[in-house]
Structures are given as C-alpha cells and as structure tokens.
C-alpha cells in the first residue's frame, strides 16, 4: 500500500458513518449574486463610471460626436504629442483636428517603436460603471494590446451610454471570451512597500477617458 492508498483510506473511513448528500455540487451553494448594486437609470450610470474613473486618477471628458475631433486635438496639443498611435479602424474624422502624426497599428512594430510614440488613441469594447473599468477587446478600433500598454498616454473614447454597463457580470454576459480583453482601471501604477504609489509601470502613466453622447443626447 502507497501513501496516495493510506490516505484515501483515511478519508474513507472518516466519511463512512456521514448521511449521503443528495445535493448536486452546483446547487450545494447558493449563487443568487446581485447583478448590479442599487437601481439606476442610464444619466445615473453613466455620472457613475465617470466619479469611478476619476477616483482611479483617470482624466475624464465629455463631449457630443460633433465636438469629439475638436476636444481630441486639444488633449493632444496640450499633452505635446507629436505622434500618436492610431489603431486600424478608428474612425478617421476622430483625429481630423489634430496636428500629431499618425502612427498606424503594424504587426512588425518594434517595443522601442512603439516606446517612441507618445500617445495612442482607442475605442473600447465596454466600460462598467460599478468599478470605474475600461474594457478594450483588440476589435479594429482598439488595434492590438501593446499598443495600449507602451505609450505613456492613452486616450480611450467611450460611447454613451451604448457602451457602458452598470456591473461586471453585466460585462461579461457582453463580452467574448475568447477575445483578448484588457481591464483597464485607471493609469498603470503600483506601490513599493512604503506605498509609494509609481505610475506607468506596466502601461500608460496617463489615462484619458472621453465619453461621448449623440449630438441628440447632450
């Protein structure tokens, strides 16, 4: 006899005099979770992901879809990026009235590239209120992850409130799964054990999140 054999043999005997359960495993515990914390309609949501986003030290805008290329080349200008990383399919009227050149998401591009691009603009997949979370997918206008995480300056357009859920199994039930997602709360920062918070560690040291309504909806 092994030692795996003793030991089952142990727990066999410990388990000999129990009542057989019944319950199958997925039901032996209750997961009746909340959806979503509190009743809100969609201005109340939307007020949230922006308070949540700025407590992570996200730079919050807001703007209409006619206002968007205007306010983009105004970060940009007062950023003092020269380039700026533009993912395949970003709309192209986004960038119209800005003067950085455009940098296009290649396949072949180089960390050190990338490194020296000074700033990256997306869209998004989804943002969650609740925690204050971008969410990027790799779709055509979010362009591949390094891009996102090299650049020392990210802008990220969020549409709303299309794009905004209130909670992370909202999220998820939108999500695909077999897409590379990015959870994106807040810049890129960590702490030392004096908890000396250091951004842009591991992605950008800015983080800009513009959400933008219909030219109906403002």
Do not use: F, K
């Not at 983009?72 to 993912?87: F, I």
């Not at 709303?160 to 939108?174: F, K």
Request: proline share 7%.
């Amino acid at each position: 006899m092994n030692s795996r054999e003793r030991i089952l043999g142990r727990v066999r005997r410990a388990l000999a005099d129990l009542p057989d359960d019944d319950v199958p495993y997925e039901e032996a515990v209750a997961r009746g979770y909340l959806r979503e914390h509190g009743r809100r309609g969609t201005r109340e949501t939307v007020d949230l992901l922006a308070e949540n986003l700025a407590d992570y030290r996200a730079l919050v805008h807001r703007a209409t879809e006619s206002e968007l290329p205007a306010l983009l080349g105004r970060l940009l200008a007062e950023r003092g990026s020269r380039s700026v990383l533009v993912p395949p399919l970003l709309p192209p009227e986004w960038l119209s009235a800005a003067d950085a050149a455009r940098v296009d998401d290649r396949e072949g591009s180089t960390p050190h590239e990338l490194d020296e691009v000074e700033s990256v603009v997306t869209g998004c997949a989804l943002a969650v209120a609740e925690t204050g979370t971008i969410v990027l997918d790799g779709s055509p206008d979010q362009g591949r992850r390094r891009i996102t995480l090299v650049p020392d300056h990210h802008i990220c357009v969020v549409r709303v409130p299309d794009q905004v859920v209130s909670s992370v199994p909202q999220a998820l039930e939108r999500l695909d799964a077999a897409r590379p997602l990015t959870w994106i709360s807040g810049p890129s920062a960590t702490s030392d054990i004096e908890l000396d918070r250091v951004e842009g560690v591991h992605g950008p040291r800015t983080l800009e999140v513009v959400l933008v309504s219909g030219d109906s909806d403002g």
